[in-house]
């Protein structure tokens, strides 16, 4: 979830979303590294957004925070749209990284999902602001997979865990490090429907979950 803001001056699109992480294997490092993962690929590549025959840049702008004290109140009762609110645990009941609907600003990630500068938190990202996992997931012949096409995706060869692995088969899908942010996952959002107020609109909505350890949750 994020606050779309248009820059006539720089002819810019930008959206602005702080990211609050807590949980038991958060850290303030961590936090940072995330937010900074989604941003720079994001940003990668040039990508434009029209709005009204306009034509503008578009860029995100992510800040990550480590929030150990965090309380479900906070969560519950938060109205800023750029506020999104993620747990970090070595152990997830559904073994994944997941996000509390398409278009939401809470979520759970599993922490050797976002290690390495692994794409899973762009992923996740995207869902809070309005995508979905691609219907077509056997992508063979159509080179570098978007950022929403989740694990088992079939895949050409150099995208897949292991390059001479059968498709469909162990090693045989795609291995999500290779996933980048396109154009199109860009179009996908569908930007120029919003509704914009004083060159200001949110993207996503409030889904206000509070997670406790162990993938279980408290909600208001």
């Known amino acids: 979830m994020g606050e779309a803001y248009l820059d006539h001056h720089s002819q810019l699109l930008v959206i602005h979303s702080r990211l609050f992480f807590y949980g ?8 940072i590294q995330a937010a900074q993962d989604i ?12 709005i009204k025959r306009n034509t503008f840049s578009f860029t995100l702008r992510i800040e990550g925070f480590y929030k150990p004290d965090l309380t479900p109140e906070e969560v519950w009762y938060n109205d800023d749209p750029r506020n999104n609110y993620f747990r970090i645990e070595e152990f997830s009941s559904q073994d994944i990284s997941f996000v509390d609907g398409i278009g939401c600003n809470t979520g759970y990630f599993k922490l050797a999902n976002i290690l390495d500068h692994s794409t899973t938190a762009a992923h996740e990202y995207g869902h809070t602001l309005g995508l979905l996992h691609p219907v077509q997931l056997d992508i063979r ?6 950022i929403m096409y989740p694990r088992g995706t079939i895949c050409d060869p150099m995208y897949q865990y292991s390059a001479v692995a059968a498709p469909a088969t162990p090693g045989g899908t795609l291995n999500p490090i290779h996933r980048k942010v396109l154009q199109s996952d860009v ?10 107020k004083n060159d200001r609109a ?10 406790a350890s162990h993938g279980g949750s408290i909600k208001n």
Do not use: R
């Not at 038991?24 to 936090?31: C, H, K, M, V, Y």
């Not at 179009?187 to 914009?196: A, E, I, M, T, V």
């Not at 949110?202 to 997670?211: A, R």
């Open 24 to 31: 038991d294997a958060a850290t303030e490092s961590l936090a």
């Open 39 to 50: 941003q720079q690929q994001w940003n990668e590549f040039n990508k434009t957004v029209i």
């Open 141 to 146: 012949g159509k080179g570098a997979p978007g």
């Open 187 to 196: 179009d996908n959002l569908q930007l120029h429907k919003l509704s914009f």
């Open 202 to 211: 949110v993207v996503g909505e409030f889904s206000s979950v509070y997670h």
